[in-house]
């Protein structure tokens, strides 16, 4: 067990009758890559800007490098890089203005002379686009500049919120070897996102349903303590129809629809021809679809414990 960077205990945020984060509690390890996954409206925004001392928490605590957050939220922001949904970049200054005025505001003495810009430049891909006005780069591009203006002090702590939302998948999987390069450097790296893909890449997760957690621990781990039973996906043209039929079925623990698959956990001990030879006697002969066994990803996961958690109405994990 490493040392934790940040401590969070308790914390609660509530806007009226709404609590957006309800009573949560975790810890982070220094130098690790860890991640706050939820839907949309889960809390995982509210969570991290109280984090970076940028909302007041209406109960509980926190702590980072061994700062109350809630007491000295001026001196945790010295200690943290922050990248917003919006990548709050200005659009009518070049990549190096926005680079020089974003360390300027964290006193960054990197981005002072255009040869520590240079560097910080050249670690995230951009040599070349210094002088690119930051309206005209494209987003997968706009989301690396986001990216160096929020290191340019080289903080002990990186909040991204979402930095991948928007983008297409080959500036989301460059973007995430930059977001490991920073952490084998040293970097503790906290990142929010709705996609489960995304948080195969982090040490640790979170996984955050109406402002609660209701699973922790790292992706594998989860996967083997949560998902028990064999996982088979089912695809295609007969497989929309198995839905209708699966729901009163003792041997099926879960399904879910994934695109025009379905994915289907079954108790213990079932094979593919098992499998196979059930759905034929529930769906008929006439019915065309594959059956594959798979492992199990982190979306059967959030599926299976937000499926249990609404129905049991509590945290289980």
Same mark, same amino acid.
């Given at each position: ?20 984060? !309800? ?34 928490? !209406? ?26 949904? /919006?990548?709050?970049?200005? +659009?009518?200054?070049?990549?190096? *203005? ?10 960054? /003495? ?62 989301? +999987? /460059? ?44 992706? !594998?781990?989860?996967?083997? +303590? ?44 079932? !094979? ?19 059956? *594959? ?21 509590? *945290?289980?994990?």
């Amino acid at each position: 067990m490493g040392e934790h960077i940040i401590e969070v205990n308790s914390l609660v945020k509530r806007f009226g009758d709404f609590t957006a984060v !309800d009573n949560v509690s975790f810890s982070v390890e220094r130098g690790s890559l860890f991640g706050l996954l939820g839907a949309n409206g889960a809390g995982k925004t509210t969570l991290i800007r109280m984090l970076c001392g940028l909302m007041i928490a !209406d109960a509980g605590s926190a702590s980072l490098a061994g700062i109350d957050v809630l007491k000295n939220p001026e001196e945790v922001k010295k200690r943290i890089g922050y990248m917003s949904q /919006r990548f709050s970049l200005y +659009r009518d200054l070049t990549a190096d *203005e926005n680079l020089e005025f974003f360390g300027g505001l964290y006193g960054s /003495r990197d981005t002072v002379g255009a040869a520590g810009r240079s560097r910080i430049f050249d670690s995230v891909g951009l040599t070349g686009m210094e002088n690119t006005l930051a309206g005209d780069l494209p987003g997968g591009i706009s989301q690396r500049l986001a990216l160096a203006c929020a290191v340019s002090h080289n903080p002990a702590v990186l909040f991204l919120d979402e930095p991948t939302a928007g983008v297409d998948p080959v500036s989301r +999987r /460059r973007f995430w070897d930059l977001i490991h390069e920073r952490a084998e450097e040293g970097t503790t790296v906290v990142v929010t996102t709705h996609y489960l893909d995304e948080a195969e890449y982090c040490n640790d997760i979170v996984l955050m349903h109406s402002g609660r957690i209701v699973a922790d621990g790292g992706p !594998d781990e989860m996967k083997r +303590r949560i998902i028990s039973g064999p996982v088979f996906e089912i695809s295609g043209s007969g497989a929309s129809f198995l839905e209708s039929v699966l729901e009163d079925e003792s041997w099926v623990v879960e399904f879910s629809l994934f695109g025009d698959s379905i994915h289907i956990q079954t108790v213990e001990g079932m !094979d593919s021809e098992g499998v196979k030879t059930r759905l034929l006697t529930l769906a008929g002969k006439t019915q065309d679809f594959s059956i *594959e066994r798979i492992t199990p990803s982190l979306e059967d996961v959030f599926l299976r414990i937000i499926d249990q958690s609404e129905s049991e109405g509590e *945290e289980i994990i």
